[in-house]
C-alpha cells in the first residue's frame, strides 16, 4: 500500500496551460521519495489549463484539478485549495515556474520536524533575489509591498507578500474564514490573522523568469492590496473592500472638480455645470469599482446597464440621506463653528450607505 501522503502542494492557475505539464514533472522529480499530492485550482481558464491537468490527472492520481466556475482571484483559490486538502502539511506555488521547486523537500524537513510552523521561500534575503523575474519597476514596487507589509506585521519577515510557502494546514483551518479572499496577498494575511505570533523559518530563493504566459497582477491587484493594508492597520475595523471603495469615490470628488470647470468653460449655467459633473463622476466610480472593488464579480453587457441604474438610484438617495445628517447634526451642534464635523457625518453617512447598498444591490 503506499504511504498516506503529508504534504500537497497547491497550486492557482488562470490561464497557465503551457506551464501545467512542465511543473508537474519538477514536482515528480524533487519529491521523489515524499508522498505528495498536487491540487491545481484553475478559474475555469479560457486557455484549457483545467483540461491540460486532468487529462495528466488521469495517469497520476497524485495530481487534481479544482476546477472554480464564476470565480476569479489568487487568494480565494488558494484558500480553497488549502481547504480541499486533507494532508497536515501544505505548500502554495505559482504554476509558472518562477518560484524554485526544488526548495520544497528542505521546506518540508522544516515543518515536519516542528523546527517551524510557517517557511516561506523568500526572494528578499542573501542568497535570494527577484531580478531574474520582475522588471525594475515592478522589483521596486514588491519591496515596498514587503515594507508596508512589515510594519503592519510587526514581525520579522523579510518577503511576506511571497507567493512561495509552505505551513502545517491547522494553522489556515483556524484562521481561514477570516481571509480576504481577494488580491495576491494570502500569506501577508495568514501572518496577520494569527492570534499567536507563528514560527517563521525563511529559506533564501531565486525567483526565475516565467517559463509561459503572462503575469496576472496588475494595477487593481496593487491597489486591492493597499486596501488589505489598510484595513489590517484600522484593525480591521473596515473590511478592505469598503476602504477600496471609498478611495474610489474619493477619487470621484476629484472627477467632479475637474468636470465643474469644463462645463463652466463650456459655458454651461452652475447648476447645470455640476449636475452634469456629478453625473459624471458617479459613472467612473461605477465603472472603476465594477473594474476593481468588485473585480470578482464584474458585471458585463446587460448587467452592467441595470448595475448601472441601481447604482445611480443608490447615490442619489445616499445624497439625501447625507444632507438629512448633516442637516440633523448640525442642529444639535452646540457651537457652530463645528460645521465641519455635520459636513463630515454627513459625508460618512452617504459613503457607508453606498457602500453597503452597492454590496447588496449591485454587485
Ligand atoms: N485560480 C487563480 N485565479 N489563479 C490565479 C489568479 C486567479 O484569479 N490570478 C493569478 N493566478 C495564479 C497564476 O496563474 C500563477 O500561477 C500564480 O497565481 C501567480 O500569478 P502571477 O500572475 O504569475 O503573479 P506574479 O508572478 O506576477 O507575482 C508574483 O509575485 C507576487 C508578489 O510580488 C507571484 O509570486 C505572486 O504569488 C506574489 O504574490
Ligand atoms: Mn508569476
Not at 526548495?103 to 542568497?127: F, H, N, T, W
Amino acid at each position: 500500500m503506499e504511504s498516506i501522503p503529508d504534504l500537497t502542494v497547491v497550486i492557482p492557475t488562470f490561464n497557465e496551460r503551457g506551464n501545467v505539464a512542465p511543473l508537474i514533472e519538477r514536482l515528480r522529480r524533487t519529491l521523489e521519495g515524499i508522498a505528495w499530492r498536487a491540487i491545481f485550482v484553475d478559474d475555469s481558464s479560457a486557455d484549457g489549463t483545467a483540461a491540460a491537468v486532468k487529462a495528466i490527472a488521469t495517469t497520476d492520481d497524485r495530481v487534481l484539478c479544482l476546477q472554480r466556475v464564476g470565480r476569479r482571484g489568487l487568494a480565494g483559490a488558494v484558500i480553497e485549495g488549502i481547504m480541499a486538502s486533507s494532508t497536515p502539511i501544505v505548500a502554495v506555488m505559482d504554476a509558472d515556474l518562477q518560484h524554485d521547486e526544488t526548495l520544497l523537500p528542505l521546506m518540508l524537513a522544516s515543518v515536519k520536524s516542528g523546527a517551524a510552523d510557517l517557511v516561506i521561500g523568500s526572494r528578499y534575503m542573501g542568497g535570494g533575489s527577484a531580478d531574474e523575474g520582475l522588471s525594475r519597476l515592478r522589483g521596486l514596487g514588491s519591496r515596498l509591498a514587503s515594507r508596508l507589509a512589515r510594519l503592519v506585521l510587526k514581525a520579522e519577515v523579510n518577503d511576506p507578500v511571497s507567493g512561495f510557502f509552505m505551513i502545517r494546514r491547522e494553522v489556515v483551518d483556524k484562521v481561514a474564514p477570516r481571509l480576504s479572499t481577494n488580491g495576491f496577498k494570502i500569506l501577508f494575511d495568514i501572518i496577520a490573522s494569527q492570534d499567536k505570533p507563528l514560527n517563521i523559518l525563511e529559506l533564501p530563493y531565486v525567483f526565475a523568469h516565467r517559463h509561459s504566459g503572462e503575469s496576472k497582477l496588475d494595477g487593481g491587484v496593487v491597489l486591492e492590496y493597499l486596501g488589505l493594508i489598510l484595513a489590517r492597520f484600522s484593525g480591521n475595523i473596515v473590511p478592505p473592500r469598503a476602504l477600496l471603495f471609498f478611495m474610489v469615490g474619493a477619487s470621484g470628488l476629484i472627477v467632479n472638480i475637474g468636470m465643474l470647470k469644463v462645463f463652466l468653460i463650456a459655458h454651461l449655467g452652475f447648476g447645470v455645470a455640476q449636475l452634469c459633473a456629478a453625473v459624471t463622476a458617479m459613472t467612473t466610480n461605477f465603472l472603476i469599482n465594477n473594474q476593481i472593488t468588485y473585480r470578482d464579480r464584474r458585471l458585463r453587457g446587460l448587467a452592467l446597464l441595470t448595475g448601472y441604474i441601481r447604482f445611480c438610484a443608490l447615490c442619489g438617495v445616499g445624497l439625501v440621506a447625507n444632507v438629512a445628517v448633516a442637516a440633523l447634526v448640525f442642529r444639535h451642534l452646540h457651537n457652530p463653528h463645528m460645521w465641519w464635523l455635520a459636513g463630515v457625518a454627513g459625508a460618512v453617512f452617504g459613503a457607508v450607505w453606498n457602500y453597503v447598498g452597492a454590496s447588496l444591490a449591485v454587485w
